[in-house]
T-cell receptor, first 112, second 112 residues
């Protein structure tokens, strides 16, 4: 089975810190995604990537950036964390030949 | 704009009762459609998907969904729920690009 691994399940960071959320997939998928999940809002797309060094903004990119230097790794960066970025962050991947996504277990980030 | 709507934020059913979770989509053409389930503290697991063909789709854990083009709906059903079905359920759709658009989610509570 495809595995998508998010490096941290829980993180607590201070306001203004630079935060890195890491995601690694092991099935050579071309496409990777970062979502944030908030109660009553479902999952909202932050950024996605179709290929190494390629990135595109999703629906809520403000306050975030991403990096994809290797095909298997897609990092989400909070340049200066704020309390309104407290959320659950989910990474997902899929290949061009498939239709469904595989999700990681999520990182619950709290910014204090 | 492409969108997915789950009208019910929270549903409570008794164990052994039947279940139907509603999902409506708004796309220019029929998208690929998915249902995911998320247990507390976990990532998302794919229950079933619809691409084309038979409008009644069978999934894992005894779930099924029916695609109705005339109603732009893709409702999830289960004849008899179990306490382990308590979770949050997300409907999602994918158009021409690889992006998945999610509904707001429906939280399912099971009464013993």
């Amino acid at each position: 089975d495809v595995k998508v691994t998010q490096s941290s399940r829980y993180l607590v960071k201070r306001t203004g810190e630079k935060v890195f959320l890491e995601c690694v997939q092991d099935m050579d998928h071309e496409n990777m995604f970062w979502y944030r999940q908030d109660p009553g809002l479902g999952l909202r797309l932050i950024y996605f990537s179709y290929d190494v060094k390629m990135k595109e903004k999703g629906d809520i990119p403000e306050g975030y950036s991403v990096s994809r230097e290797k095909k298997e790794r897609f990092s989400l960066i909070l340049e200066s964390a704020s309390t309104n970025q407290t959320s659950m962050y989910l990474c997902a991947s899929t290949s061009d030949r498939a239709y469904g996504y595989t999700f990681g277990s999520g990182t619950r980030l709290t910014v204090v | 704009a492409q969108s997915v709507t789950q009208p019910d934020i929270h549903i409570t059913v008794s164990e052994g009762a039947s279940l139907e979770l509603r999902c409506n989509y708004s796309y220019g053409a029929t998208p690929y459609l998915f249902w995911y389930v998320q247990s507390p503290g976990q990532g998302l697991q794919l229950l079933l998907k619809y691409f084309s063909g038979d409008t009644l789709v069978q999934g894992i854990k005894g779930f099924e969904a029916e695609f109705k083009r005339s109603q732009s709906s893709f409702n999830l059903r289960k004849p008899s729920v179990h306490w382990s079905d308590a979770a949050e359920y997300f409907c999602a759709a994918k158009g021409g690009a690889q992006k998945l658009v999610f509904g707001q989610g429906t939280r399912l509570t099971i009464n013993p």
